[in-house]
């Protein structure tokens, strides 16, 4: 059997702001689209300083004087947020939440057509049996890529295809595809789990169970969690909600223990290194162990899963249970979908058509862990 993660980054259309050349010029626009429309639940907006900042996030993102940003809109349902006279200051019109009803949303554009067939071609690959997918559309839509993409590069399609939306507004929520000798038995989601600082998940921790042939039960935990990408510069924020998700996760893996089950497998996109200490409290002392310290794991020439596969960019994970672990005969990553440049110095091979970066099937490779039953 082989257990794998792969995270796509969007399989149709993807956030315009998360589709520049670089990360770092869309984090400013994936902020303050945050933060906008976490300041506009806010019950009052004469609090100090609430207005003025909600006028100068509207300013940043474009869209002060029209609905339509170059990377956002304005959506509005009934009821206006702001005032913007022909003449003179554009001013907040509405006293709080209650007085209107819209949102900023996240413009989309199309993911390039290669891009599509790369990234099926990598799901191809590995052919696993149980995958976890991140950053997935909706159900509809990885339903969809599996059965016309996959067809198309000779793979056969998932039978069992799931993915539950979470708690992320831009569309990129983490699913299931299992083949049909595995059925799925039963889903719990987390997307509404909290602590003591309030919500856990930026996406969720689903939890799927399937039956294996012996008739015991495996569950799989797949995960995204909170990003790197534009919490702060010295991703403190960032830090303390993935060590706040890393503890959760082990918590609810403990529960899984003690409710029987033995065979469990944590998967998905970690955002941090195994150095981290975001990450201890899932990695050291649960009892969970990543199958790339394997011995028969295979690197492919990199320590690393995103990007260029430096060590410290090693943020995609299978953890599997010591049961789990026990019967693995090895893993791999595999990173033929990711456009590596001009590099010379320590290659890995790549698709013959993929000669461009927005041609890559993502910016991770996908791992896979193979298990004896």
């Known amino acids: 059997m082989r257990i794998a993660s792969f995270n796509v980054e969007n399989l149709f259309a993807r956030p315009k702001a998360m589709n520049l050349a670089t990360w770092k010029e869309g984090a400013p626009v994936l902020a303050a689209h945050a933060e906008l429309n976490s300041l506009l639940q806010c019950a009052d907006y004469h609090e100090p300083g609430v207005a003025e900042r909600i006028l100068a996030l509207f300013e940043e993102l474009g869209l002060l004087h029209d609905d339509e940003g170059p990377y956002v809109r304005l959506r509005k349902i009934r009821g206006r947020i702001l005032k913007r006279p022909k003449q003179g200051p554009v001013t907040v019109a509405a006293s709080g939440r209650a007085d209107w009803i819209g949102w900023v949303e996240l413009k989309t554009e199309r993911v390039d057509e290669l891009a599509m067939k790369h990234t099926a071609m990598v799901i191809c690959d590995v052919d696993a049996d149980v995958m976890g997918v991140v950053e997935a559309e909706s159900r509809p839509t990885l339903a969809l890529f599996t059965e016309a993409m996959l067809s198309q590069v000779g793979g ?13 507004q831009r569309g990129i929520d983490v699913g299931l595809l299992a083949r049909c000798e595995y059925p799925l038995l039963e889903i719990r989601s987390h997307i509404f789990d909290t602590d003591a600082k309030g919500v856990v998940f930026s996406r969720d921790c689903c939890e799927y169970h399937l039956r294996l042939p012996d008739g015991t039960r495996l569950v799989v935990l797949v995960n995204h969690l909170k990003s790197k990408g534009y919490s702060a510069p010295d991703d403190r924020i960032g830090a303390k909600r993935r060590t706040r998700q890393a503890t959760r996760i082990a918590s609810i893996y403990r ?3 003690e409710e029987g089950h033995r065979h469990i497998a944590v998967l998905g996109d970690l955002n941090d290194d195994p150095s981290s200490e975001a990450l201890k409290p899932l990695l050291d002392g649960s009892g969970l162990r990543d199958i790339s310290d394997h011995p028969d794991f295979d690197w492919g020439g990199r320590k690393g899963t995103f990007g260029s596969g430096n060590e410290k960019d090693k943020i995609d994970y299978v953890l599997l249970s010591p049961e789990l672990y026990g019967k693995a005969t090895g893993g791999a990553v595999f990173r033929k979908g990711i456009w590596r440049g001009p590099r010379t110095k320590n290659p890995w091979p790549i698709y013959e ?21």
């Open 156 to 168: 056969r399609p998932y039978e069992q295809v799931m993915v539950v939306d979470g708690n992320d």
């Open 255 to 257: 529960a899984l223990r």
């Open 353 to 373: 058509t993929l000669t461009a970066d927005v041609h890559a099937a993502s910016d991770h490779a996908a791992i896979y862990a193979e298990i004896a039953l």
